[in-house]
């Protein structure tokens, strides 16, 4: 019997493995992992990919006997908890100085209730306060419930009006990325267009972060992510 320790991590990294892509809501999660309580939203119904003996009767019985079926899932499991530790640790470190080096001053916010807004409206809930790298607040109050904020795997944005762009783009999910230089009325509406994997298309016009600067930040963190082994088996 397989013995799953109920991290979660599996379900935040359904990239790593071409046969779970498709469980993939665009930042590399999967579309039924509940983030509050790091379960399975339809545990009982789930696919039969994420049951690992159904899996292996169905696709890899004639590829391993059960036993090493079991070992390839738990030396994945030890393969994710490694890069959520101490990987994640050395990626944070990495960022912190590439940030300050580009930008020219180190990265962070200690504003309570900023901090708090910027979890829980531009990041979506999706992410604790030690993942995160720097708050650019658009807000009016600057409170943090608009602007951009960058994590340790992603880039998050919520623009000022309520009706407008808000997304997460994780670094590892960024095919490319491309400055549109435009106007409108005289007004420069230059953006940062990242053009996503899955053929999704994002637009950060920020005007309080020099988009050329974020650019090469965020392809030093896509950087990070490529050199990450797949899962395969």
Known sequence: MFICSRCGLCCTMVTRNDIYKYLNRGDGVCIYFNCATKLCSIYKERPIICRVDDAYEQYFRNEFTLQEYYEENYKACEKFKKMDGVKMSNIKAALQAKFEGIFGFAPGDDYAPRVRNALEIICQGKYREADLLDITDTSIMSNGKSGLVLTLDSVCVKDSGNSTSKFIARYEDIDYMHMNEDSFLGVD?????????????????????????????????????????????
Do not use: C, Q, V
């Not at 230059?190 to 996503?196: D, H, P, R, V």
């Not at 950060?204 to 899962?231: H, T």
């Open 189 to 233: 509406i230059t953006a940062l267009e990242l053009n996503m994997k899955y053929g999704t298309t994002y637009r950060i016009s920020i005007d309080k972060i020099n988009k050329d600067k974020l650019m090469e930040f965020i392809n030093y963190a896509i950087s990070l992510y490529e050199n990450d082994e797949k899962l395969e088996w």
